[in-house]
């Protein structure tokens, strides 16, 4: 399960055996809480790229992977990923977000501007609904 109370039993049970120190891949997104959790607790997580464990022979499930990982990180042959302060990653996120949120915008200007269009409409009401919109969007991101 990936809710934070289980992440947090996990944490608790790492703690209880002793473990101080973790090897994860950092594949998608759903490593990230878990990681935080981790790393906020004091244990020392290495982030391993998966492509750099990806190519090992006789790996078959989740399983062999972990175990895998587990030994290749007892034995020093895993190097971390650089990960920046949590502050860094934070404002890169939001910076993405707001990069895909312009990107939408962007989209659905083109979708008012072909229902104009399929409506003989003048491009001067596009240009006030757009810059409307776009205008909409800076206050909302106290850019003006």
Same mark, same amino acid.
């Given at each position: ?22 090897a994860m891949e950092s594949t998608g997104v759903y490593w990230i ?56 990653c934070a404002i890169r996120s939001l910076l993405r977000h707001r990069d895909s949120l312009?990107?939408? %915008? %962007? ?30 969007? %800076?206050? %909302?991101?106290?850019?003006?």
């Amino acid at each position: 399960e990936t809710f934070t109370e289980d992440l947090q039993r996990l944490k608790n049970w790492l703690q209880q055996c002793g473990i101080t120190t973790v090897a994860m891949e950092s594949t998608g997104v759903y490593w990230i809480p878990l990681f935080q959790i981790l790393e906020k607790a004091g244990m020392e997580v290495c982030l391993v790229n998966a492509q750099h464990v990806k190519h090992v022979p006789r790996r078959k499930s989740d399983v062999i992977d972990c175990q895998w990982l587990q030994y290749l990180h007892s034995v020093g042959l895993l190097r971390a990923s650089f990960r920046p302060e949590q502050r860094i990653c934070a404002i890169r996120s939001l910076l993405r977000h707001r990069d895909s949120l312009v990107q939408m %915008a %962007a989209a659905h200007v083109q979708h008012m501007q072909k229902a104009l269009t399929r409506l003989q409409q003048t491009s001067r009401r596009l240009q006030v609904v757009e810059a409307a919109c776009w205008l909409a969007m %800076a206050c %909302a991101f106290n850019v003006l």
